[in-house]
């Protein structure tokens, strides 16, 4: 069973060690010729251990071995191996050069060695030895180790764009890592800080840098979103989007407060937003939902339908439009926009709910019971996916919700 390594920052090393015996243990045996006895005990010893996950048995083992054998590339190498399992990197990184000196051919020591350097933070001396695993290795633990540890690297030595590339790429050979997922999560935004730290210093007083404060307040809910996109006002007027993101922070600033003032101003941004460019869905769609909340059908349905005539596939507008459609007792007319819906987010738990209110409304009692059982089956998950989404990616629009008395509603 791997043990886990911490690294200097904080990466988690999973070297298998089925991965890592596949290639090392059993060299000693054919390597030898004429062992002696006691290097035999040593050798038998110290790879039970190794096998076994019993590392400082195995150490000991193997530091006996390499002074009875010190010509024998596979007891160095498994030595370097057994340090690099118990975190000792600076005791690996000689041993593991004395087994490519006596071997040069034990590719995956290279690699082995590489990564004890990175783990040591001497990346320059790490990074040849890591991209030629990455690249070359065929091994897929290999390269993902050697991928992550390169990534690493890169960013130490202040080569952002170049851990971005392996960054991208990782993901791309291991998509549904965690472990991957995760120190690629770290490098995008490491690298979106530094940008926007290096806009700050070239212009300070820019309407983009405002805009960028703007959108890190917003990400925050923090108030002050609002003072910086009029600050991006004041400097481009004629700025495409900027009415709508004030009137987002309006907005959310009006559901904190219970403010209606602010909710009035924020309907007036999204209408600014629209006379400076007519095709904005996203204006058009909030324009439609508040009219809906306040029971104006009509215009909801209007706006709705703009929205919906720049951005067809609409997911959020669709659902707001069937709403609508409901209320006034349009089934028929809500259906195929529930259904576009679903098309293209299947995993919103609004439109399985929707969906069952108007096959109960067509009389469609068996179509009623199977969008209710995905409704509350989505349901069920829906708090912890609405807590990831709140965090790392925050909706553009005001999402549509369940009415209070959904369950009941839902009932045959």
């Not at 399992?85 to 000196?101: D, S, T, Y």
């Not at 690298?191 to 805009?211: D, F, G, I, T």
């Not at 609508?324 to 926009?337: D, M, N, S």
């Not at 409704?375 to 912890?384: A, G, M, P, V, Y």
């Amino acid at each position: 069973m791997a043990r886990m390594v911490t690294t200097l920052l904080g990466l988690r090393s999973c070297f298998t060690l089925a991965f890592v015996l596949a290639f090392f243990c059993g060299g000693y045996a054919g390597a030898q010729s004429s062992a002696s006895s006691a290097a035999e005990q040593y050798a038998e010893a110290g790879q039970r251990a190794l096998v076994e996950g019993r590392y400082p048995e195995a150490e000991q083992s193997y530091e006996e071995l390499s002074k009875l054998e010190p010509g024998v590339a596979e007891v160095h190498a498994n030595l370097g191996l057994i340090y690099f399992k118990e975190g000792k990197f600076e005791q690996a990184v000689p041993v593991l050069r004395q087994a490519l000196k006596l071997k040069p051919s034990l590719t995956k020591t290279d690699s082995l060695l590489a990564m004890s350097l990175s783990e040591l933070g001497r990346y320059r001396e790490a990074l040849p030895g890591l991209e030629k695993g990455f690249r070359r290795s065929s091994d897929p633990e290999t390269k993902r180790m050697c991928g992550l540890h390169l990534e690493r690297s890169y960013t130490g030595l202040q080569q952002h764009s170049k851990a971005v590339e392996v960054a991208l790429e990782l993901d791309k050979l291991y998509p549904d890592d965690p472990e991957v997922l995760y120190h690629s999560g770290r490098v995008y935004g490491s690298l979106a800080y530094l940008s926007m730290e290096r806009l700050s210093k070239v212009a300070p007083n820019s309407s983009w840098r405002h805009q960028a404060m703007a959108e890190a307040y917003e990400s925050q809910g923090n108030s002050i979103a609002i003072d910086e996109y009029r600050e991006v006002l004041k400097l481009d007027p004629q700025r495409s989007g900027i009415h709508y993101r004030l009137g987002r922070a309006l907005l959310a600033r009006s559901q904190q407060s219970n403010s209606a003032e602010d909710a009035a101003e924020a309907l007036k941004e999204f209408q600014k937003e629209l006379e400076l460019d007519p095709s904005n869905a996203n204006a058009a769609y909030e324009i439609g939902e508040a009219h809906r909340k306040v029971g104006q059908l009509d215009e909801a349905q209007k706006s709705f339908e703009v929205a919906l005539k720049y951005y067809p596939d609409f997911a959020e507008a669709h659902l707001g439009l069937a709403a609508v459609l409901i209320a006034v007792q349009k089934a028929g007319e809500a259906l195929p926009h529930l259904q576009k819906a679903i098309a293209a987010d299947a995993g919103d738990e609004v439109a399985w709910y929707r969906l069952a209110q108007v096959q109960k409304l067509l009389g469609n009692e068996a179509e009623q019971q199977k969008a209710l059982a995905e409704f509350q089956r989505l349901h069920h998950q829906f708090n912890q996916q609405k807590l990831i989404e709140k965090v790392f990616s925050p909706s553009e629009v005001t999402r549509q919700e369940l009415d209070p008395n959904a369950s009941a509603q839902t009932r045959p």
